[in-house]
């Protein structure tokens, strides 16, 4: 499987921007998928945005919409998440991860096979 670790996480006042990064150990295939998914203590793991590796196809969740922007750089071998206009209700822990097949916000984390170790963001009001 595919190693993945994120960069970039932070603390930042409602308002603020935020980037994050994830690098993955090998370069993707092109029917790959990569999601970042976040989570909150007693909040289930939620899908923020994906990224389909061919073509660059992206879905966003609702919540973040119009706010964070994910892109990727294959021969860098990294998919960052732009986050704008933050708000206290986006803290949590930031996970990247990586699976072959359909892209989607509306897929489960549970389908993902690779994850990264998790990065925090705190936005405080």
């Known amino acids: 499987q595919v190693q993945l670790v994120e960069s970039g996480g932070g603390s930042v006042q409602a308002g603020g921007s935020l980037r994050l990064s994830c690098v993955a150990s090998?370069?993707?295939?092109?029917?790959?998928?990569m999601a970042w998914f976040r989570q909150s203590p007693g909040k289930e793991r939620e899908a923020v945005a994906t990224?389909?590796?061919?073509?660059?196809?992206?879905t966003y969740a609702d919540s973040v919409k119009d706010r964070f922007t994910i892109s990727q750089d294959n021969a860098k071998r990294t998919v960052d998440l732009q986050m704008n206009s933050l708000k206290p209700e986006d803290t949590a822990i930031y996970y990247c991860?990586?699976?072959?097949?359909?892209?989607?916000?509306?897929?489960?984390?549970?389908?993902?096979?690779?994850w990264g170790q998790g990065t925090q963001v705190t936005v405080s009001s």
């Open positions: 991860a990586a699976d072959v097949g359909f892209c989607s916000v509306l897929i489960s984390w549970t389908q993902y096979k690779s």
């Open positions: 090998e370069s993707r295939s092109m029917n790959s998928c």
């Open positions: 990224i389909y590796a061919n073509g660059g196809h992206t």
